[in-house]
């Protein structure tokens, strides 16, 4: 498609993300665009914010819908929270200081992040609160955040270990704890070390393998004070209670998990070449970088560059010939929510992509081992799992497509198949795009500005 038709029907301006979506092959992928804001900062930014005494602002907050979740928990708890300006100029305003006890029970949709960080943060800040979200969160495991906050003193109360439940920090106020976590789990994690953060005492979070430091790296731009150690595989880190945030200036860098869709879109759609700029470069999140490159994607960082207190750099991706690789379960940290964007790459290679260590998946927004076989089915993709693995066969070159995907209400899995049908030999349809704006408010509008052939389908 060229420029001037693109224009002529309006495609720069998307139409809403609501109801059936359908990608059809088309053209290279061919200019630039800024990643959106990092999810997983955003959320962390308002909750520091929140906790902080006195005001912090944030530029380039994700306005999608899990992190206004997380902004509405807070406004309930307490903090005052508002928007100057619009757009990419915004910025968020956060007023923190003492939290209450909100009027009725946080609702937090669809975020595990939100849901899970704001559970361990209102477990030490002394204040009572219902949790409570959608079905996809009603039905994940809740039992992870529940067993540190216990140990450190927190009663929570939950028929099953599941969505809803309430969280009371006990009659004493929190313990600090030595606790080893059972998964490499961020968020259980970040729950335990911003609870640790208001108990007496200090707070030992062992992890078995690195993931996300956002937490971490962000405590200390609020003054807060953190040890962290290497130890075996994983990593020591320490926080002492009763610390007062002071407020900060944060910038929140692009998000590598969704640059990640176009960036995949260009790897397997012929003649594409783009620019994706502002990417985090984090290493606990770059793991799909490193495994593209392994496959043998061209992908240069360019203007590597700190924002924020995080490695950033602006990713160039090129129509690549990709191969098949095994990746290291070592690495399914640093690229957890990138399986089923890497199944649809995998899909393009030429040999079998084996992801074994990812049973984790199965306890995301949905099992997404589960719906990424059932999608690449559905397209003509020959796959293989088990209970903790993945294998993506093809013999190179497009997928049939022509399919309609059960996106399960899973954000991921809608753009995965969306992606998909860019460059597959027919068009790929979605049941429902709504999800996609918990994550990528501006999917659509990014995907058609770069050429990309996604649109309503009913
Ligand atoms: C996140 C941690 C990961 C990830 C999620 C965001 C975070 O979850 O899947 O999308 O921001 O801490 P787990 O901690 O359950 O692995």
Redesign the pocket.
């Known amino acids: 498609m060229t420029e001037a038709s693109r224009a002529d029907d309006g495609r720069d301006e998307a139409p809403p993300l609501i109801g059936p979506w359908a990608a059809r092959p088309g053209g290279p992928l061919v200019g630039g665009a800024r990643a959106p804001a990092d999810?997983?900062i955003s959320?962390r930014a308002l909750i520091l914010g929140a906790l902080a005494h006195g005001e912090t602002r944030i530029s380039g907050l994700l306005p999608s819908a899990d992190v206004m979740r997380t902004a509405a928990a807070l406004r309930a708890l307490g903090a005052r929270i508002e928007r100057d300006g619009n757009g990419e100029k915004a910025i968020w305003r956060v007023d923190g200081g003492p939290w209450r006890t909100p009027e009725r029970a946080l609702y937090f949709g669809n975020s595990?992040?939100g849901c899970r960080l704001v559970m361990g943060a209102v477990a030490g800040q002394g204040v009572d609160a219902a949790f409570d979200g959608d079905a996809s969160l009603r039905a994940r495991p809740m039992g992870r955040i529940a067993e540190p906050l216990e140990r450190m003193g927190a009663r929570i109360a939950s028929r099953d270990g599941r969505l809803p439940l309430t969280v009371a920090p006990g009659g004493k106020g929190l313990k600090g704890v030595d606790y080893a976590l059972p998964v490499?789990?961020?968020?259980?994690k970040?729950a335990a070390l911003l609870a640790g953060l208001g108990a007496a005492g200090e707070t030992i979070i062992h992890e078995p393998a690195p993931?996300?430091d956002?937490t971490e790296r962000m405590l200390t731009a609020f003054g807060g004070s953190i040890h962290i150690e290497r130890a075996g595989a994983g990593r020591r880190i320490r926080v002492a209670g009763g610390q007062m945030l002071k407020p900060a200036t944060i910038n929140v860098a692009g998000d590598p998990s969704s640059a990640a869709f176009p960036i995949v879109a260009a790897l397997i759609t012929p003649g594409s070449d783009i620019l994706i700029s502002n990417v985090l470069m984090n290493p606990t999140r770059a793991g799909l970088y490193e495994t593209l490159r392994d496959m043998g994607a061209d992908l240069t960082f360019e203007n590597e560059r700190t924002v924020g207190g995080e490695p950033v750099a602006d990713i160039r991706a090129r129509h690549s010939t990709l191969k098949g690789l095994a990746v290291p379960a070592s690495r399914a940290?640093s690229m957890?929510?990138e399986y089923p964007i890497l199944s649809v790459a995998a899909a393009f290679a030429d040999g079998d992509v084996y992801m074994p260590g990812i049973e984790?998946l199965r306890v995301?927004e949905t099992d997404r081992i589960d719906a990424t076989v059932s999608m690449l089915k559905a397209a003509g993709v020959e796959t293989e799992s088990g209970p903790d693995f993945l294998r993506v066969m093809s013999g190179g070159g497009a997928p049939k497509g022509g399919a309609r995907i059960d996106t399960r209400h899973d954000h991921r899995i809608a753009m995965s198949a969306l992606v998909l049908g860019i460059a597959a030999d027919e068009p790929v349809e979605i049941d429902e795009a709504s999800m996609i704006t918990t994550s990528f408010p501006n999917f659509a509008e990014l995907m058609r500005r770069l050429g990309a052939d996604i649109a309503p389908s009913a």
């Open positions: 999810k997983s959320h595990g992040t490499a789990s961020a968020q259980v970040s993931t996300r956002h940290p957890i929510d984790e995301k």
